[in-house]
């Protein structure tokens, strides 16, 4: 996401390199071409212009320090109002009351039902809450089955009435199940519906009179550009939602909408969807999505999503493993089940800072793995647990019952082996600081 917004602020940011001082001239043709990448981008025209505006008011007050070059600190002043202007601060989801009531809005097609389960499982598993979901959309074939599907999935209960065709009594009775059931979320998927639709505008300010949501969430497919903050405005004069969901962020997207939205309806983006799997929701944070724009990775929201996938009691037991010398290849395995569920390979790489940029035209494939545990598991048990044991003729074996050849079997263990005298060593205190010691010298 963002790649070609952030390749064409780079090429703007080299107007300024090998300069001296930041002055009116220089500023002005770097403004030039920011505000262009930005219009390319599906920006707001309107909001574009006062952008690049503040950055170079704020430029040419600045005075350039001699560690640092008028790039350097063109990028600074950047970042941080990139930050403010989709946002400024992490707007997260508030719980006034029990149950809480979410209502999920949006346009046909824009993921609402999809991002109504991740929303749980992100409650569930994230904040220890026990969510209801409500199947609210009697129009689209086989929206209530894909919610229970979803909920299945996930394990969170859905409420349906395949009676009725009235979302605000299904609304209402939700609510009062999740009441009975002792449920502290209560989270109603609706309908998709056009701004021009009247009649289905009416029905969902009905649905909010009915349930007095405590947080209004308005789906926005961010592949829609501009459009899609357009018509975000016309929905929050008629509902006045709490925050906008992101989705599609993954895919061929300009990145317009993420943006363009906060100015023009100054409401936060509370979410963002990052693929497909149920784990694929992100908490939006301006400032970390800023300094993705501008290639400066984001190694906070790797870590963390790192944290939630690895076991804390697992680590420490791996750790021991790795002191000792038995790291094995069920060990391997296990980190590589965990590093798929932290989601797209491409996305993970560019929270990299630098290694964003060096990857742009790279394609990694989600299934990179595939061959790597297609040969561990055609390996016996003895031998996962004894790397050691794997003998030419073994090592033959593997390559026949995996479906690739010697070469990638040698190449594999030998990297294997590789990693484990690494971690041998950085489990050492000793050689990791004589190691520490020579980095300046490498």
Same mark, same amino acid.
């Given at each position: 996401m963002f790649e070609n917004l952030s390749d064409k602020l780079d090429r703007a940011f080299k107007v300024l390199k090998g300069q001296g001082t930041i002055t009116e001239i220089n500023v002005a043709e770097t403004m030039k071409e920011i505000r262009k990448a930005l219009l390319d981008a599906d920006v707001n025209y309107k909001t574009a212009k006062a952008f690049t505006d503040d950055v170079r008011q704020k430029a040419l007050g600045q005075n350039v320090l001699t560690s640092i070059s008028p790039g350097q600190l063109l990028t600074k002043i950047m970042n941080d109002e990139l930050t403010g202007l989709m946002g400024g601060s992490t707007a997260e989801l508030t719980f006034p009351a029990v149950p809480t009531v979410i209502l999920i809005?949006?346009?046909?097609?824009?993921?609402?039902?999809?991002?109504?389960?991740? #929303?749980?499982?992100?409650?569930?598993? +994230?904040?220890?809450?026990?969510?209801? #979901?409500?199947?609210?959309?009697?129009?689209?074939?086989?929206?209530?089955?894909?919610?229970?599907?979803?909920?299945? +999935?996930?394990?969170?209960?859905?409420? /349906?009435?395949?009676?009725?065709?009235?979302?605000? /009594?299904i609304a209402r009775e939700g609510?009062?199940?999740?009441?009975?059931?002792?449920?502290?979320?209560?989270? =109603?998927?609706?309908?998709? %519906?056009?701004? =021009?639709?009247?009649?289905?505008?009416?029905e969902i300010e009905q649905v909010k009179a009915a349930?007095?949501?405590? $947080?209004?969430?308005?789906?926005?497919?961010?592949?829609?550009?501009?459009?899609?903050?357009?018509?975000?405005?016309?929905?929050?004069?008629?509902? &006045?939602?709490?925050?906008?969901?992101?989705?599609?962020? &993954?895919?061929?997207?300009?990145?317009?909408?993420?943006?363009?939205?906060?100015?023009?309806?100054?409401?936060?983006?509370?979410?963002?969807?990052?693929?497909?799997?149920? $784990?694929?929701?992100?908490?939006?944070?301006? &400032? %970390?999505?800023?300094?993705? =724009?501008?290639?400066?990775?984001?190694?906070?929201?790797?870590? $963390? %999503?790192?944290? +939630? !996938?690895?076991d804390e009691k697992e680590a420490a037991e791996l750790q021991k493993k790795i002191r000792k010398n038995k790291f094995d290849f069920n060990d391997f395995y296990s980190q590589i089940q965990q590093i798929k569920k932290m989601g797209n390979m491409k996305d993970l790489m560019g929270m990299i800072p630098g290694v964003g940029k060096a990857m742009k035209d790279v394609e990694i494939d989600d299934d990179a793995f595939k061959s790597i545990e297609a040969i561990i598991q055609s390996m016996t048990p003895y031998e996962k647990?004894?790397?050691?044991?794997?003998?030419?003729?073994? %090592?033959?074996?593997? /390559?026949?019952?995996?479906?690739?050849?010697?070469? $990638?079997?040698?190449?594999?263990?030998? !990297?294997f082996d590789d990693m484990r005298k690494v971690m041998k060593q950085m489990s050492n205190p000793a050689a990791m600081a004589s190691m520490m010691k020579r980095m300046p010298k490498m």
């Open positions: 809005a949006g346009l046909n097609g824009a993921g609402k039902t999809t991002f109504t389960g991740k #929303l749980a499982n992100y409650l569930k598993t +994230q904040k220890g809450k026990k969510p209801l #979901l409500v199947a609210g959309d009697v129009y689209r074939p086989a929206a209530i089955e894909q919610l229970k599907v979803l909920g299945e +999935q996930i394990g969170v209960p859905v409420y /349906a009435n395949l009676e009725s065709k009235d979302p605000i /009594a609510l009062a199940l999740a009441k009975q059931n002792g449920h502290n979320v209560v989270i =109603i998927d609706t309908a998709g %519906r056009l701004s =021009i639709d009247e009649a289905m505008m009416v349930v007095n949501p405590h $947080e209004i969430l308005f789906v926005v497919d961010s592949m829609t550009g501009q459009d899609a903050v357009n018509t975000a405005k016309v929905f929050n004069d008629r509902l &006045d939602f709490t925050g906008v969901v992101l989705t599609k962020l &993954d895919g061929d997207t300009r990145g317009g909408a993420a943006l363009s939205i906060k100015s023009v309806v100054n409401k936060p983006i509370k979410f963002i969807g990052t693929g497909e799997k149920m $784990e694929a929701l992100d908490v939006f944070h301006p &400032d %970390r999505m800023a300094s993705r =724009i501008l290639g400066m990775g984001d190694v906070v929201s790797l870590v $963390e %999503r790192a944290q +939630q !996938q690895f647990s004894n790397p050691d044991s794997i003998n030419q003729s073994r %090592r033959n074996r593997i /390559a026949n019952g995996s479906g690739t050849n010697l070469t $990638e079997v040698n190449r594999l263990i030998k !990297q």
